[in-house]
């Protein structure tokens, strides 16, 4: 198979690559390699993907129309899309909605629309747990959500909405994926859980909004990849929570454990709490379950301590690294 995989040098994306590359898939990973976070992090993951037999690269961003047009024409066929491309962060989002609109919606409708005109018959869409704002735990694929509380929810809400349109109206197979707080080795420095782990081994105060009890469904990234790939053989339309499945974990629990795992103490700094974010999470995964034949592997600490062992053997990288 043929896949074009955006998003490759992301946190997500170079996991879903190597899965894909595992299997013999032939990939082409797009990504723009923006400063929406430090780019060394991004060519560190870029770098282990461009060695490897059957990926190729192209720096290309999916909001550029001339450029992915371009791009399509270029390649030939292709056997599916899984676009993980996005911009990220519920509260950036807030800063920057036109850009999030414009990469999230826009360039999701650029990447179906080149699909419909090259008859590319499978797409992935990476979507996330930040729709369910104010509906009750755990969240199922049926509740309504229809009242994102960042422009980040809304422009993926927006995309889950045309990725149907084009399978209604086209034919092409999606599988929409709500992603529930994904965690792991070379993760993005914006979420909490890198971000914890670097400001206890420097001594920086670690920033929490809230009072630390909010809670999350986190979800191993390892596990998230393979649900991915699994989601190419769906055929339809599908919206699937790809979670944990366990009950969800505080921050303060969080940092209680990175504190005995390096054996440093947390200097906590406590913030407002901030108006996009949900407070807690917690996914229903039987849909993945049942139709995927998937459930995450990894437990929850031992992903951690798989994280944290990574962070302390790349202090090359990660000392200087902007957070």
Not at 64 to 67: A, E, G, K, N
């Given at each position: 198979m043929r896949i074009l995989l955006t998003g490759a040098a992301g946190?997500?994306?170079?996991?879903?690559?190597?899965?894909?590359?595992?299997?013999g898939y032939e990939v082409i990973g797009l990504d723009n390699l923006n400063a929406y976070y430090d780019v060394r992090l991004k060519f560190y993951r870029l770098n282990t993907l461009l060695t490897q037999k059957g990926f190729h690269f192209f720096p290309i961003d999916i909001s550029?129309?001339?450029?992915l047009a371009a791009l399509f024409k270029r390649i030939g066929p292709l056997d599916a899309v899984i676009n993980l491309a996005a911009r990220a962060g519920v509260r950036a989002s807030l800063e920057e909605p036109l850009l999030y609109h414009h990469t999230n919606a826009t360039g999701s409708l650029h990447l179906l629309e080149l699909m419909r005109h090259y008859q590319v018959p499978r797409y992935v869409l990476?979507?996330?747990?930040?729709?369910y704002a104010g509906t009750p735990l755990p969240f199922t694929e049926e509740q309504p959500v229809n009242t994102p509380i960042s422009p980040y929810a809304a422009s993926k809400k927006a995309a889950e909405v045309m990725a149907y349109t084009y399978h209604k109206h086209y034919g092409i197979h999606v599988s929409v994926l709500r992603y529930f707080t994904v965690y792991g080795p070379a993760g993005r420095p914006d979420m909490s859980i890198f971000r914890f782990i670097e400001w206890v081994y420097r001594g920086q105060a670690v920033e929490i909004y809230g009072d630390g009890?909010?809670?999350?469904?986190?979800t191993f990234?390892?596990?998230v990849a393979q649900a991915t790939v699994a989601a190419l053989r769906l055929e339809g339309y599908a919206i699937l929570n790809i979670g944990g499945g366990r009950a969800p974990t505080s921050l303060l629990e969080v940092v209680e454990f990175i504190e005995r795992f390096l054996n440093k103490k947390a200097k906590l700094h406590f913030l407002p709490p901030q108006g996009a974010d949900l407070v807690h999470t917690q996914a229903d995964i039987s849909r993945a379950q049942t139709l995927l034949g998937w459930h995450p592997q990894v437990d929850f600490y031992d992903g951690l301590a798989r994280t944290l062992n990574w962070h302390l053997s790349n202090r090359a990288l990660l000392d200087n690294l902007t957070l």
């Open positions: 946190f997500i994306g170079s996991y879903v690559a190597r899965a894909l590359l595992e299997k550029d129309w001339v450029s990476a979507s996330t747990s930040s729709l009890r909010q809670s999350r469904d986190f990234v390892e596990d």
